[in-house]
């Protein structure tokens, strides 16, 4: 059975761990890095769209990466108990015509015992923002798998 430490029930630095491992792993960019943290049976609900399951779960984030270019990811967590976590985030990308986004946005995390994820919900608004508004600036590293 495959695990991804720490473990649940989460003290605060477990949480933030788990935390800065969600968005290191978020900002590689690669959906199959990514997924690897989730259940093979996971239930997402990403703005409108509800997926289940990794090949699902990869399938969105391809998806997602091929719209949302040079895509900067900062997590916080907000609240955890338990085997839960809720995060705050932002990120910034650029479309292909080269409007920059700034997305803000909350997720709701639930593990199994295995520390993998089984459960996501993400609420996330998207607001225009101009090249020189950005605020993630860090050099980016290729994606990797």
């Known amino acids: 059975m495959h695990t991804r430490p720490p473990f649940p029930p989460f003290t605060e630095e ?3 761990q788990k935390v800065q491992l969600a968005e290191d792993s978020w900002n590689s960019r690669c959906p199959e890095r990514v997924a ?4 093979e049976d996971s239930q997402w609900r990403n703005r409108s769209e509800f997926v289940n399951g990794r090949p699902a779960i990869i399938e969105l984030l391809q998806r997602k990466w091929a719209r949302e270019l040079d895509y900067r990811l900062r997590k916080e967590l907000w609240a955890f108990t338990g085997n839960r ?3 705050r985030f932002e990120y910034e ?3 292909t015509a080269g ?3 700034r997305a803000y ?3 709701n995390w639930e593990f199994a015992a295995s520390g993998l994820m089984e459960r996501r919900f993400a609420s996330i608004n998207d607001v225009l923002i101009t090249e020189a508004d950005r605020k993630f600036r860090w050099e980016r590293p290729a994606p990797t798998a």
Do not use: K, M, P, S
């Open 99 to 101: 409007q920059w986004y």
């Open 36 to 39: 690897l943290a989730y259940t």
């Open 85 to 87: 976590i809720a995060v």
């Open 105 to 107: 946005g909350n997720e």
């Open 14 to 16: 477990t949480a933030r």
């Open 93 to 95: 990308f650029h479309d």
